[in-house]
């Protein structure tokens, strides 16, 4: 049977917390992720001098000085800021406002995209009820798989905004041109064979795309617009309008700074895996806002379905001894840790 407190969650993610907001709420006790003196005490979180890497010269002849940047910014900090990836600018600004537009529909018509409350991943609403104890994030997203093809659910792909799926559509095209490059340019860096990482993915690796929606908070003190987490991904590609992401860094919280037209690049699990511990996958966290609404596009990139990976052999030696086994669908077990609030890449250690 399931608790009184799992069964409140359920009632409250099927209302969507942008119904909440519209009908001017205040945050109820399951939002609430600490206490009044916790949130009076919690210090400032500064910027955080995330390194900016140019994907331009990642692709030139002369990479070796923006290579040694790339491995040493995701050695220290497990993510980046990408410019000159090559999307026009002009193309970012339309798939914001595609984004914006369709959070700003009725809840009529984006519950015509709902997915189940309980369980379901992918389609409009919250994420599946987290288990007895978690606190709930203040956000509402859509989640789509939009590549490989054929993993496509189209009765969640948005009629409205019209432009949505061709925009959608060109992005995702976009986004595995700068995976093909990125994933190419961290194996050099290591000295690897440029192609080890592209293979441990595999030909059918999957891309979500996530819509994420942060309405106006009015206890931003104390309600997250998502929880403590690393990603269980390889890694993540994050395009943001405003500030609210933020990086646990020498257990202190940073926020991380919007770079007009940059693609914010974050490790995930399973590049941790790969690298055999030498790429970091950080910690992070989305922070709400008393009077702003942020929206942000998090593509996902995760070895195909099936796909065993694990540290790469040039990676392990005597004086790197190997620290991860080779795992199938990590992503899975980090699901149910998340859902507990605890992270996963224990459970692939040796």
């Excluded at 002849?61 to 220290?76: G, V, Y």
């Excluded at 997915?115 to 987290?130: A, I, L, R």
């Excluded at 919007?258 to 950080?282: C, H, R, W, Y």
Aim: glycine share 6%.
């Amino acid at each position: 049977m399931a608790s009184s407190s799992n069964t409140l969650a359920e009632v409250l993610l099927s209302r969507r917390v942008q119904e909440m907001v519209v009908n001017g709420e205040q945050p109820v006790s399951l939002y609430i992720c600490r206490d009044e003196k916790d949130a009076q005490n919690a210090p400032i979180s500064p910027l955080a001098p995330i390194p900016i890497i140019d994907l331009s010269l990642l692709s030139s002849s002369s990479t070796e000085e923006e290579l040694q940047k790339l491995k040493s910014a995701l050695c220290c900090w497990g993510c980046f800021q990408a410019i000159n990836h090559g999307i026009p600018s002009s193309f970012l600004d339309e798939i914001q406002q595609v984004t914006r537009e369709f959070f700003r529909q009725s809840m009529e018509e984006k519950k015509k995209y709902s997915k189940g409350v309980v369980e379901e991943m992918e389609g409009y609403g919250g994420d599946p009820s987290p288990e007895q104890g978690q606190f709930l994030d203040w956000q509402g997203r859509l989640l789509l798989t939009v590549y490989p093809h054929d993993l496509r659910v189209p009765k969640f792909w948005p009629q409205n905004p019209q432009s949505f799926s061709e925009i959608l559509e060109n992005y995702t095209c976009k986004m595995r041109m700068v995976t093909k490059l990125v994933s190419k340019s961290m194996a050099k860096s290591l000295h690897l064979e440029e192609n080890c990482f592209l293979e441990q993915f595999g030909e059918g690796a999957t891309l979500q795309a996530r819509f994420n929606h942060y309405p106006c908070c009015q206890r931003p003190d104390m309600v997250l617009g998502l929880k403590p987490h690393s990603d269980g991904t390889g890694y993540t590609i994050i395009l943001q309008d405003i500030e609210g992401l933020q990086i646990l860094q020498n257990q202190q919280w940073l926020t991380v700074p919007t770079v007009p037209n940059a693609l914010f690049i974050l490790m995930g699990d399973q590049m941790e895996i790969m690298t055999n511990g030498i790429f970091k996958s950080p910690v992070h966290r989305v922070i709400t806002n008393k009077e702003k609404v942020r929206t942000s596009i998090a593509v996902f990139y995760t070895p195909e379905k099936n796909k065993e990976i694990g540290p790469q052999d040039g990676l392990v030696n005597e004086d790197r001894p190997r620290l991860f086994k080779h795992v199938k669908d990590y992503e899975i077990i980090h699901w149910e840790h998340y859902q507990r609030g605890m992270r996963a890449l224990h459970a692939a250690q040796v």
